[in-house]
């Protein structure tokens, strides 16, 4: 599970080069981002645009990396592809995560 | 992980581009249902099926293959699965086949309570579920979704249709 991160500004990108969050990789995924963000003071963008596919693993473990940020560090999502964001709309976790077409939207929104 | 590829005759009629079915029969285990997974694309990606479709069918047979190999068997108890895939009219159609203990019933029929946000407020992380959805998704995205038991078997049949996702879940 190949995870990195850099601080743009306020923002902390976190990039999954990844192309499957799934039931193999969530627990990685999710140790993965943790481990990225513990000492993250602001709010994050997750860059899913390399990521082709997810299932409900995958979104659970994303799910856990938000909630492990807590309140005061938003997570932000980008890029999501056909099929990612389809599981989000389904799931209506949609609602939960402010979702941005690409990493250039996201950075121009509204942190947090 | 043991596999055997079982490549059916092609049946080439006039008008019926993919009339050659999918079947696959594999060993539950660590990474069994990427390497399903990648089989069954294989085969299904040079059929030309809208990428919705694909897509759909994908993440269902996903979550299938999921609910089987690591809620049906166990590492000490592993088992044999069989995946078959044909294309009919209406879409893709799929039966897969195992030996493990079945899902509960109750889950293939919408409940009509299925409520991810469980009137979780905004900023109300704690409320937020981290599982469940899968047999939302599984349920959202099928037709004709049916689970035969036949003396142990497990029979699980559905078909994604060409249509899109059935409204109403």
Not at chain 1, 49 to 52: L, N, R, S
Not at chain 2, 15 to 18: L, N
Not at chain 2, 45 to 50: E, K, R, S, T, Y
């Given at each position: 599970m190949q995870i990195t991160a850099r601080d743009q500004g306020r923002w902390r990108i976190v990039t999954v080069a990844d192309g499957r969050i799934d039931a193999t990789a969530a627990i990685a995924f999710k140790e993965g981002v943790r481990a990225v963000t513990d000492d993250a003071t602001g709010p994050v963008i997750l860059d899913l645009?390399?990521?082709?596919f997810i299932d409900s693993s995958g979104l659970g473990a994303i799910l856990a990396a938000m909630k492990h940020l807590g309140q005061e560090r938003r997570m932000h999502l980008a890029g999501l592809t056909p099929n990612v964001d389809r599981v989000f709309r389904l799931t209506r976790m949609d609602s939960v995560f402010p979702i941005h077409a690409d990493l250039a939207q996201a950075l121009i929104s509204d942190a947090g | 992980m043991l596999a055997e590829r079982m490549v059916p005759p092609r049946i080439v009629t006039p008008?019926?581009?993919?009339a050659a079915g999918f079947r696959l029969r594999f060993t539950t285990g660590e990474a069994s249902v990427r390497f399903a997974l990648r089989e069954w694309r294989a085969w299904m990606?040079?059929?030309?099926?809208?990428p919705d479709l694909e897509g759909r069918a994908e993440t269902v047979l996903a979550e299938v293959l999921n609910n089987i190999t690591e809620h049906g068997h166990s590492a000490e108890a592993p088992g044999w699965v069989t995946l078959a895939c044909w294309p009919v009219g209406a879409g893709l159609a799929f039966e897969v086949r195992d030996r493990g203990a079945p899902p509960p019933m109750m889950l293939l029929t919408p409940d009509g309570a299925f409520d991810p946000l469980r009137g979780a407020g905004p900023g109300d992380l704690a409320a937020l579920p981290e599982g469940g959805f899968g047999w939302h998704m599984i349920r959202t995205l099928t037709c004709d979704l049916g689970l035969q038991i036949v003396e142990g078997e497990n029979r699980l049949r559905f078909v994604v249709p060409f249509g899109g996702e059935v409204l109403g879940e």
């Open positions: 645009a390399a990521v082709e | 008008s019926d581009r993919s990606l040079p059929l030309g099926l809208p």
